[in-house]
């Protein structure tokens, strides 16, 4: 969430529906800000939710007919002014708009909020776990943003998961409960060295003793590759295998703690 004071009074941008409706509770949020009215709160075209502050249905600026020309109007918020029309996209980034009372340029990636942050935010937390559990990764995204929409979600979703911060979060989730679950890569490596050396079937040796290679370095695996090793492994508990793990290793550190 972000806030700014415009004449001793603070506005405010919320990351999501969830933490909009905190503050704001029974409020309903218009999809589409274009046919809002003023007052209304929207979704922005960067998927935070924003509230417009000025609402004009015409342009009056006969000094650049080109540009305002098909215009519906334009809206105005805490962050900028925008043109009414198909292809302007209403962003809430405030570095990008020094004076609200200009309109705004055309944005060219409505997620290039998404694609510079640096630091794991609390809901890519939740979509992350909601990936480990075993949700696809659109009900992982719905879940996490409280999204309706599943052609939204795919998108999202989709754009989520190229993110490095991300696939980390994910990674260590994954880690941490295959080790309530008991497995390590000594665990790993025994089983695997155990089909290499007993099975009677040719295939199953040779493919054992190539994850044996991957994961011990002999078959030119990095050293991030063996660290997130279990990965492969680890797909196909279901969600409550991956609860009573949890909760089991949690009752194990409190016992050793006592």
């Known amino acids: 969430m972000e806030k700014k004071s415009i004449k001793n009074k603070t506005h405010y941008v919320y990351d999501g529906l969830e933490e909009f409706l905190e503050s704001n509770p029974g409020t309903n949020v218009v999809f589409d800000w274009r046919k809002a009215n003023e007052g209304d709160w929207v979704y922005s075209d960067d998927d935070r939710i924003i509230q417009l502050l000025k609402v004009s249905k015409s342009v009056n600026h006969p000094g650049d007919r080109k540009n305002y020309k098909y215009a ?15 292809n302007v996209k209403m962003d809430t980034d405030f570095s990008s708009h020094p004076n609200r009372y200009t309109f705004s340029k055309k944005i060219k990636n409505t997620n290039k909020r998404v694609i510079d942050r640096k630091k794991v935010t609390r809901k890519e937390r939740e979509f992350a776990t909601n990936i480990v559990v075993g949700m696809g990764a659109i009900e992982a995204y719905k879940n996490a943003y409280t999204e309706l929409s599943d052609n939204k979600a795919r998108k999202k979703a989709t754009i989520l998961l190229k993110q490095e911060r991300v696939m980390k979060e994910i990674e260590k989730s994954v880690l941490d409960v295959a080790k309530g679950l008991g497995i390590d890569h000594e665990y790993i490596l025994g089983k695997l060295k155990g089909l290499a050396d007993y099975s009677e079937d040719d295939n199953i040796i040779l493919q054992s003793a190539k994850e044996l290679g991957k994961i011990v370095g002999t078959s030119g695996a990095t050293i991030k590759q063996r660290e997130v090793g279990l990965l492969g492994v680890f797909q196909g508990f279901s969600p409550d295998e991956l609860e009573g ?9 409190e016992g050793e703690s006592e």
């Open 72 to 86: 519906n109007g334009w809206v105005r918020t805490v962050v900028g002014s925008f043109l009414n029309r198909p």
């Open 245 to 253: 793990a949890t909760r089991e290793q949690k009752q194990i550190s």
